[in-house]
């Protein structure tokens, strides 16, 4: 007897022993009455009565706290209530309960940490997901799917960019503010509004001094349908935006277009059929001044969900069959929201297929010369937050952007209410688009100095090719956008005038809406007159040469063309130069520089009776030959229009 209870003392003890060592307790270990109470804690939970169900739960474990399933489905319950800080509390008990016994926990405790912030935590807690499940395959491809973002919000946050970003309040109000678009001397800027969380309306602000108007609602345009993402000109006088549902859609949103004229908008009609399908057509930004449309669509031949397209306006006005950007920019998921920079170069939008913060993050890639486009970039922290940033837009000084952000409402435990409102920041050097340049251009004759509509082309004497064409207004002005910091030509052409050629370059000056205006007098072509010299400033020559350099062929085939098309005409090519130098020396060169003109008319077709040359070397200078600049301009190449 005394050896049976001893025996029995050794096996109580032994069994507190191995009771008191056991981590957790679980649902096939519990007593019936805890079984019960646990049952009905966790049916209404599964009737989301959360609340009611976390009273229970908490009881269960104020006596059993080892009881591992009860932890796990608290920290649900708290997590379904958007409670992530206590959801995290009890999920990570239950892990140092056990890494083992159920791994999805570490799935939903990374999205607890996301949530919290804690980062890097996040990140790990969904590695120990991916590594230990053999269970959940599709939570699984889930998860490898989110953990590139984990590991780059993890780094974007612990080296955060600079942006000074402040909320634009003067645009936002009680409701949604989003997509907005910026004319091209900053001046003018329409955006989408949405009422009553279902009606989508066209907004329009101008600066005024430092601030802004109060934004009114664009009567002409806005109906009960739906009227949003809009897509302004250059000079603010054309307005590219999106409709939904209305009978003359080709699909359920097609992009629709309107002019301003008489101080009000007209009637818009659809864009046009090689534009809009039976799919969806949204989000236009006008780039190339106003010559090539990017925008959004899910027609057939994307790559997935939302892409962007790019068109381009021909010489008809009509636009070519979009062409998807393909895979250096669009992925599997949505893209939207592109905003080209007036540079031509920088591409910004929206995507959720690539690495991010989460919900949807800005990126950017730069297009090359041979519109190869550079690994896409997304714009970093704290610009892009957990919650969406889309909407990006510039001024042409690449400094100044504008974006919306839900990033208001990221406390908030419901999507109810929250809405997306305007933040203004600087963009960081390390990412600073190159600047662009708002041009005004004003051709007046030269004896009313009443406006002139004249054709218009703007030359890139760097990368030697057209960068604009097209014509003034009655009024004579044109708005043209070019990257800033190049050296351009400027080509005017009107019948029974004189054409203007001219070279400008375009300099940043910090300001910012980065003007710059130029005024041009044409002169009317008259018979039995004689006419003034008029410089071709785009000639240029080898030094000390008569070589024709490559960059000269622009204002030379328009000067071919002007001889074409006025056969009346004959003129003398006459050659000047400065005074460095030899006299006799420097009369020859002006002679064959002025012949090497003649000579190229002549091989490209004009009549050798029509043209004639002479060489004046240094003796016409039209400026001083002291300094450098005015040497040059003093090494020239005119021509006169001959009397007849």
Known sequence: MRYFLTFLLLFTTLQRVLTQASPY?????????????????????????????????????????NFIDANIQLASVYYEINDYNNAEKYFEKAVSLS??????IFYTLALCNRNTKKYDEAKNNLKQFIERDKVNVELKSKAIELYPNF?????????????????????????SEYLPTISADGNTVVFTRRIN??????????????????????????????????????????LVFTSCDIPESYGGCDLFISEYKDNEWSLPRNLSRDINTPGYESQANFADNGNTLYFVSNRKGGFGGYDLWVSYRMKNLSWSKPKNLGPSINTAKDEDCPFMHPNGKTLYFSSAGYPGMGGKDIYF??????????????????????????????????????????IKYENTSTKIGRNLDFYSMQIPEFIRPPASTHVTISILDDQTKSGLEADVTVFDLVNNVVFYEGKSSETGQVFVVLPTGANYALHIKKNDYIFDNSHFECKFDGLPKQQQK?????HKLKSNVEHKAIILENIFFESASSMIKPESEFELN?????????????????????????????????????????????????????????GKGESSPIDTNDTELGRRKNRRTEFLILSE
């Open 518 to 522: 130029i005024t041009k007098y044409l």
């Open 197 to 238: 969380e279902n009606n989508e309306d066209l907004y329009i602000t101008y600066r005024k001094d430092t601030s802004w108007t109060i934004p009114k609602s664009i009567e002409e345009i806005n109906t009960l349908y739906n009227e949003g993402a809009p897509a302004i000109s250059p000079d603010g006088r054309i």
């Open 558 to 614: 328009n000067l071919f063309q002007y001889l074409v098309e006025n056969k009346n005409i004959k003129i003398k090519i006459i050659g000047h130069t400065d005074n460095i130098g030899n006299e006799s020396d420097n009369q020859l060169l002006s002679s064959q520089r002025a012949k090497a003109v003649t000579d190229y008319l002549i091989q490209k077709g004009i009549e050798t009776a029509r043209i004639s040359n002479e």
């Open 365 to 406: 890639s730069t297009k090359d010369k041979n519109n190869q486009w550079s690994p896409v970039q997304n714009m970093g922290y704290p610009l892009n937050s957990i919650l969406n940033e889309a909407s990006f837009i510039t001024e042409n000084n690449g400094v100044q952007a504008y974006y919306s952000s839900d």
């Open 99 to 104: 890494q083992d016994y159920n791994p999805k």
């Open 25 to 65: 307790i679980t649902l096939k270990e519990v007593s019936p009455k805890t079984m019960k109470l646990y049952q009905k804690a966790n049916s209404l939970y599964k009737s989301d009565q959360y609340l009611k169900a976390k009273i229970q739960f908490e009881k269960i474990l104020k006596k059993q706290p």
């Open 151 to 175: 590991v780059f919000t993890d780094s974007a946050t612990k080296s955060p960019s600079h942006f000074n970003i402040q909320e634009a309040r003067q645009w936002n109000s009680n409701h």
